[in-house]
């Protein structure tokens, strides 16, 4: 009588996902390889037509450099943007780029990647939360004595 060891099956099984997983990341891997070699030729085409049309070198640096500084003030990188609907801050889903929804009232909101209009609302309105105006104590109101 031949014994069929049950944990044989599932090994095999738990190896053929595993390989299926491997072989996932590595079609990823070379997907983002490709876009990123799309990219680089975009970003070469651009910066010699700036230089084409008489944008200098250097200004370009510059605003390398200012960009650069701007991520370095927001070290995390969190995106988000001000929920138009409620007020509510919205966040970038990691499972959809560029998309977001609130959790609120379920307002959808886009992140343009250049946006930088809604950037600014959106640290504008950070910056108005974390520092609200100076209003005088009122003991008689914040003590419900009326």
């Known amino acids: ?23 996932d990341q590595a079609r990823e891997i070379e997907n983002i390889s490709q876009m990123i070699g799309k990219m680089d030729i975009i970003l070469n085409a651009m910066f010699e037509l700036f230089q084409e049309t008489g944008v200098e070198k250097q200004r370009i640096y510059d605003k390398i450099d200012e960009i650069i500084q701007r991520r370095n003030d927001n070290p995390y990188g969190v995106e988000f943007r001000i929920c138009p609907k409620c007020g509510h801050k919205i966040t970038e ?39 609200p105006p100076d209003e005088p104590y009122d003991l008689v109101k914040n003590l419900n004595l009326e």
């Open 1 to 23: 009588m031949a014994y069929n060891n049950p944990n044989q099956d599932v090994s095999y099984m738990s190896n053929t996902r595993t390989s299926d997983k491997v072989m």
């Open 93 to 131: 889903a990691r499972t959809t780029p560029m998309r977001g929804n609130c959790l609120f009232c379920g307002e959808k909101a886009n992140f343009y990647p250049y946006d930088e209009e809604a950037r600014k609302q959106a640290e504008a309105e950070e910056y108005a939360q974390l520092n």
